[in-house]
């Protein structure tokens, strides 16, 4: 008898559907929309600080809540159950959305922003989880890939909505602060519905149960594993202080008269190179192995970073082509990252906790991204006009070869694995 998560049923393509919709919100709002409304709140001197405290705020709060949800997801009786709680961590975006559309008020938008982080770090480590938890899913590099695809085509639509779409003032007769949070209610409940079809036939609702024996299954991160996650946090340290602070990079430092239509086509233009990358990930990973593309991924990133902000106000023309290959780049690092975290996954009932820790490690980035441009960004300006954002580029620069570091450190450590074996 064929379970309910066959994979005839479960694919690649469709599987990425919660990811889609948490970048959508998440690109929208947090990212673009967030730091406009920091500025309309309390004005230019402390924008940077009430963003990085906003965004690194939610984030730790965001990891606590990970590992909690990681210890209870790991219980036994829960281990092959985990394909409802993506669809709990979609649930709880939409009352927050609710509230960036109708309220105006900047207490009930930041917890709201809270909560919107919060939401799309439980969805993404609750989705992770069940790649090791279906037995049924082969070749997990396309399903690692397929979400990466979601992950940026989810992106760019924010992005391209934010800059793009008119605004929607009224809808059903209620006022509308932000039309974009109900944009994003839309994308949400269609992506629950698609996701609800894809696993739950009508009929065979009940969830795989767990193998019959039992065992305790001692909780232990692999070395390579951890230099995995710390070598994935200092690359997506550095990646995330570039989105968090792109608006203020091209309203202050480029100089850009229309800043909403500009960021929206630089970040497009990430995520065109995102997706033409995404597409052809799995083969590449599965050809060349993760390690490599991690590493020509993590260079990349460096190389094309330096050149953007030492040369995009000088020469245009380079930024569209600059955002492509910062794109390209950063799907390496996320396909490739995710199908070697599935691959160093020790047992199933490990895989609550390690991919809340793999996630929140994302979220500790964010963080880290956040609370470094709160403390260097006003303050140099101050000092000097736009000596901050110099200063951003020499600290996104120390990231990424701190992540080179610990993918150097666990490619070692593989190595010596192998030749052991």
């Known amino acids: 008898m064929r379970s309910l998560f066959s994979q005839k049923k479960t694919h690649p393509i469709l599987f990425g559907l919660p990811r889609f919709a948490t970048m959508f919100f998440y690109t929208s709002l947090v990212i673009l929309s967030l730091p406009l409304v920091v500025v309309d709140k309390v004005g230019e001197n402390s924008k940077g600080l009430h963003l990085g405290l906003i965004t690194g705020g939610a984030a730790l709060l965001s990891i606590g809540i990970l590992y909690i949800f990681g210890l209870y997801r790991d219980r036994k009786r829960r281990t092959y159950q985990g394909v409802r709680y993506p669809l709990y961590g979609l649930s709880l975006s939409l009352p927050a959305l609710v509230l960036i559309s109708l309220s105006g008020y900047y207490a009930v938008l930041v917890i709201a922003f809270f909560v919107l982080i919060i939401s799309r770090a439980f969805c993404e480590a609750s989705h992770l989880s069940i790649l090791t938890d279906l037995p049924d899913l082969k070749n997990r590099e396309h399903y690692t890939a397929g979400i990466a695809f979601w992950h940026f085509l989810g992106s760019g639509l924010g992005a391209f909505s934010f800059g793009f779409f008119p605004k929607i003032n009224e809808l059903f007769g209620l006022r509308l602060s932000s039309g974009l949070g109900a944009i994003a209610i839309l994308i949400v409940l269609i ?185 260097v960004l006003d303050p140099m300006n101050r000092l000097k006009n736009n000596l901050g954002y110099f200063v951003l580029l020499a600290i996104i620069e120390i990231y990424f070869i701190l992540g080179g570091v610990f993918l150097y450190r666990m490619r070692t450590l593989i190595s010596e694995q192998k030749r052991v074996k």
């Open 191 to 375: 992506s629950i519905l698609g996701f609800h079809i894809i696993f739950f036939q009508v009929g065979k609702s009940q969830p795989l149960l767990p193998e019959k024996k039992e065992q305790t299954i001692r909780f232990k991160i692999p070395s390579s594993l951890r230099y995995l996650i710390f070598a994935r946090f200092f690359l997506l340290s550095g990646v995330l202080i570039i989105s968090t602070f792109l608006i203020y990079v091209v309203r202050d430092y480029m100089g850009v008269a229309d800043v909403e239509k500009t960021t929206s086509l630089l970040y497009s233009g990430s995520i065109i190179g995102a997706i033409i990358s995404s597409i052809p990930a799995g083969k590449v990973v599965k050809r060349k192995g993760e390690i490599p593309v991690l590493c020509f991924s993590g260079i990349s990133l460096a190389f094309v970073t330096a050149v953007f902000f030492l040369f995009g106000p000088i020469l245009p023309e380079i930024k569209i082509p600059c955002m492509i290959l910062y794109g390209a780049g950063f799907a390496g690092i996320i396909s490739s990252g995710l199908s070697l975290t599935v691959k160093l996954i020790p047992h199933p009932q490990m895989s609550g906790r390690i991919m809340a820790l793999i996630t929140a490690s994302t979220f500790l980035a964010q963080f880290l991204a956040s609370i470094s441009g709160a403390l």
